[in-house]
């Protein structure tokens, strides 16, 4: 059975940092590119950032570039996402996925960060 498990989240405050981890089972981490999404209330989920399989090449929206790393170690099947200079706005639940083909995608429960005074 495969399993995204993400942690990390919190409250914290605006310009503040978090670490959110992506933990995986049940496959092999490496055969998938990984995305950070999140949504915020009233909100569409939007994608945050994406890294390859290998970890060689990553892409981030706009709002968060300069702010978020993502990053993988395939040989622990795990996925972070290092968040600073947080803002109101960041506030979303998270949520990892891995994709390996339109049909061949798997999701987390996400995990809530709220960026708040």
């Known amino acids: 059975q495969v399993q995204l498990v993400e942690s990390g989240g919190g409250l914290v405050q605006p310009g503040g940092s978090l670490r959110l981890s992506c933990t995986a089972s049940?496959?092999?981490?490496?055969?998938?590119?990984m995305n950070w999404h999140r949504q915020a209330p009233g909100k569409k989920r939007e994608l945050v950032a994406a890294?390859?399989?290998?970890?060689?090449?990553?892409i981030y929206a706009d709002s968060v570039k300069g702010r978020f790393t993502i990053s993988r170690d395939n040989a622990e099947n795990t996925v972070a996402l290092e968040m600073n200079n947080l803002k109101p706005e960041d506030t979303a639940v998270y949520f990892c996925?891995?994709?390996?083909?339109?049909?061949?995608?798997?999701w987390g429960q996400g995990t809530q960060v709220n960026v708040s005074s």
């Open positions: 049940g496959l092999t981490l490496s055969r998938y590119a």
């Open positions: 996925q891995a994709v390996n083909g339109a049909l061949d995608t798997y």
């Open positions: 890294i390859t399989r290998a970890g060689d090449n990553s």
